[in-house]
């Protein structure tokens, strides 16, 4: 299998199942510090938190997660503050994880 960061999140409106647990663990091996959690409603994310100098850093690290954001047409939900980020990756249209978040998540960590 291709490095997930040379790989392109593909376009998804729903229809196709969430990946199941196992599916998940298996692509978690993939990415570094990412972890599984889920909400309320039992949709599970992948959540990262980053630690900065000041504001200004946490602010050009979101500014480059946007971007990538943009490229890859997948966007996660951003929290973030002086010294801090904390990203969570979805894929909402199947309520759950897909290829597309794990991709994203790689190349997140190569900023």
Known sequence: MNKLSDKKCVPCEGGALPFDISEIHKYQKKIDGWNIVNDKKNIYFLEKKFTFKN??????????????????????DITFGWGYAKINITTHAIEGLSENDFILAAKIDKI
């Open 55 to 76: 504001f200004l850093e946490s602010q050009k690290f979101i500014n480059e997660v946007g971007k990538i954001s943009e490229e890859e047409g997948h966007h996660p």
